[in-house]
């Protein structure tokens, strides 16, 4: 019986039997797994959260300053804009004369203040440095001694010659208690090496502290505690200018204040009276 031939194939009809190479090219056609989301950061976010990070520092150390510093007391010269505006403006130079001009009695200059040959502007508190304020002798002039030795009266030069000397210790007085059965007191005996090192040793240390009592007060001075003070120039002094003054005496305060070296240091417990 013959075959409809709706249902009758012809061999150009067929499948065709994919070739070895094409059998190996699907097999080498896998679909690609698809990507998985990334998990790094974006240098936005990155960014983002320093800057977040930064804010809620500068908040804190706002609170816990109460509110004198955002930087948590760190107030180095580049974060100042007040010091870029005198880096602007030029370093000024002027003499001894030039600056008791700005003392803060002519309202069109700004208030100055010298410390060891360095000037600084301290306009932004004129209640402390201007006319009637508590530390008005000081604008205007150099009185580096003064803010060492604290004799603000006698003291308001910028001659520091044997100011050091208020570090270097004094002998005690004998003791005047009885060291007990009869014995005596008497000043230890140091031959003059032994005096001429204690003396070298006790005037090196006098004259770092000397240096560190400086620097205090250029901090100070120069912002770095906060205050809205900041350098301007230096004083010009003719050469020889210091030998020209007198030699000042170490005032009286400063006597008083210097220390004292230890009783066993100095003195001796000797034999019997």
Sequence with gaps: MATPARYRQTASSRPSQPSPTEKQQHATDKPKPAPSPSTGFSLFEILRILCALLLISCGMSRLCTSGESMTWGFNPWWTRAREWKALWNGHIRLTDADLAHHDGTDPSKPIYLALNGTIYDVSANPKTYG??????????????RAFLTGCFQEDRTPDLRGVEEMYIPVDPPMPTEDPGAGKMWRKKEMSRAEMKMRHARELREARKRVREGLEHWHVLFRGEKGKPYFKVGEVEREEGWLEKLPRRELCEEARKGRPVRKVEEVWEVVGKE
Excluded: E, V
């Design 131 to 144: 006319p009637g304020g508590s530390y008005h002798f000081f604008a205007g002039r150099d009185a580096a």
